[in-house]
Every structure is written in structure tokens, then in C-alpha cells.
């Protein structure tokens, strides 16, 4: 049962609902030699260490109104980071009738929803090919949050904070919240598709694919980027240092990378 924009129905207590947002997103590189992929997985381990990636899920928790209790961060040897935010409801105000519509949320800005005791995680995982010259950096973040707002609202920032080629977005909704007369609600908002929740102007540049099983309010999205310019997966050259050969050859070698990944299976 979901609720109107118009039609808010008074609770019995605090909205017991926990909305989940999983956010994994993954940037595919280039890299022949072995100097170029430890060169890369040095240069993401330096764009996205722990302290980037707390900066980010601090801006999350803000525009969900969420006062962060705890934080635990760390950058791992050889590579990769991760971080926990546990956080509590922030300041208590009306809750906005966008916080039902289907539509992307606000870039970071002055957002105050309700939520009460929630958490934020992050986990980044650098790595590369053994031998066919193919790095990956992969970033999984979840957003978990009780109450009224749901944690999609964060993903247009999530978005416009990684450089991504490929993306899997779950949406899921548990548990259940009750009326003033007992009445079980679960779920407390309309939703069609994640894709409602991304601005256009992204949704142009991917190939996307919906997965949703509404009856258990479960929601999958996953997105390809439909340009392929070859010159934005070269680290540290570009393709005219290329033969055209060479171009054909290394071009197939990523777009098979990324069918894999975005279809889940390998082609060989």
C-alpha cells in the first residue's frame, strides 16, 4: 500500500520502514603494461581514498537530514578503501511532498528529511586482468535509512560523484510500519522504476535495463554507457599514439569488458 502526495496517512508511533539503496558502480580502464596498472590503481587509490570517500558520505547523510554518530574509515594495503558512517535522525521538520514523488533528488544543498537510526557504507575495490591488459575500479555503496525519506533521493549526487561506465542500482523496501488503527503499511510511497529517480540528462547517456519484482518491493536498475569514445579509457596517452589496428583491437577488448559486467556473464 503506498500513499498519495495529497494523502498522508498518520502513523501509529515512528515510520518503522527501512528503504535500502545500494549503489555499485564500475570504471573501466585501459592499461598494457604492468607500470600503467599499477600507475592506475595508485591514481584511484588517490582520487578515492578514505577521506574522499567519508567527505562523500558525509555530504549523503547531510541531505537526508542525518546527524552522523560514528565514523570508521580505512585505507587498505595493497589497495582499496572502505567506510562506515552509523547515523541518527537529524532535525525533525515537515517532510516535503517531493519526498513521494518519483523524480531525482537535489544535488548537495540545505535538505532536512526525517530519519531516524541509519547507516551509510562504502567499499571500493581497484583491480586488473592478469594479463589482458584491463583495469577496474569498483565502488559499492549502501544507504540505509528508517523513516519517511527514501534514500534515493541520495542517488543523483551518488551519480555525479564517480566517474562511471557501468552502473547496478537496488532499491528495496522491509518491514512494515502501522496507522493509528493498526493498519499494516509496507511500503509508504509510489515507485515505478530507480530510472524515475535519475535525472534525464544521465538517463540519455545509458543503456539501461529494469529488473523489479513490485509485489516484494524489490527494484533493479542497471546502466551501460552508451558512448564509446576510446580516448576516455587510455591512462596517460591517447588513441592517435595508436595504429588503427591496435584502436579495433583494444576497443573490443573493453566493450566485451563491459558487456560482461553490465550482463553478468562471460562471453567466453
Not at 509485489?215 to 579509457?233: G, P
Amino acid at each position: 500500500m503506498s500513499t498519495a502526495d495529497d494523502d498522508r496517512i498518520t502513523l501509529h508511533g515512528f515510520n518503522n520502514l527501512t528503504k535500502t539503496l545500494s549503489f555499485n558502480m564500475y570504471d573501466i580502464c585501459y592499461t598494457k603494461t604492468k607500470e600503467e596498472r599499477k600507475a592506475y590503481i595508485a591514481y584511484i587509490d588517490e582520487q578515492y581514498n578514505s577521506d574522499r570517500l567519508t567527505h562523500i558520505l558525509s555530504t549523503v547523510s547531510d541531505m537526508i537530514g542525518a546527524h552522523v554518530l560514528n565514523t570508521a574509515k580505512q585505507d587498505y594495503v595493497p589497495q582499496g578503501a572502505s567506510v562506515t558512517l552509523l547515523v541518527s535522525e537529524g532535525p525533525i521538520v515537515e517532510v516535503p511532498a517531493a519526498s513521494y514523488e518519483e523524480s531525482p533528488g537535489p544535488l548537495p544543498g540545505n535538505v532536512v528529511m526525517q530519519l531516524d537510526k541509519s547507516h551509510v557504507t562504502v567499499h571500493t575495490y581497484p583491480e586488473y586482468h592478469p594479463s589482458e591488459g584491463i583495469s577496474t575500479f569498483r565502488a559499492d555503496i549502501d544507504v540505509s535509512t528508517c523513516g519517511e525519506i527514501s534514500p534515493l533521493k541520495a542517488l543523483n549526487y551518488l551519480i555525479s560523484s564517480f566517474d562511471t561506465d557501468i552502473m547496478t542500482i537496488d532499491y528495496r523496501v522491509r518491514g512494515f510500519t502501522r496507522d493509528i488503527h493498526g493498519h499494516k503499511l509496507f511500503i509508504d510511497h509510489s515507485i515505478n522504476s530507480i530510472q524515475n529517480y535519475i535525472p534525464e540528462e544521465i538517463v540519455r547517456q545509458y543503456d539501461m535495463i529494469d529488473a523489479n519484482v513490485y509485489q516484494e518491493h524489490i527494484f533493479h536498475t542497471k546502466c551501460k554507457l552508451r558512448e564509446f569514445d576510446l580516448n576516455n579509457y587510455l591512462f596517460g596517452y591517447g588513441k592517435d599514439q595508436l595504429s588503427p589496428r591496435e584502436q579495433e583491437a583494444i576497443t573490443r577488448q573493453l566493450q566485451a569488458e563491459m558487456d560482461e559486467i553490465f550482463y553478468g556473464k562471460n562471453r567466453t
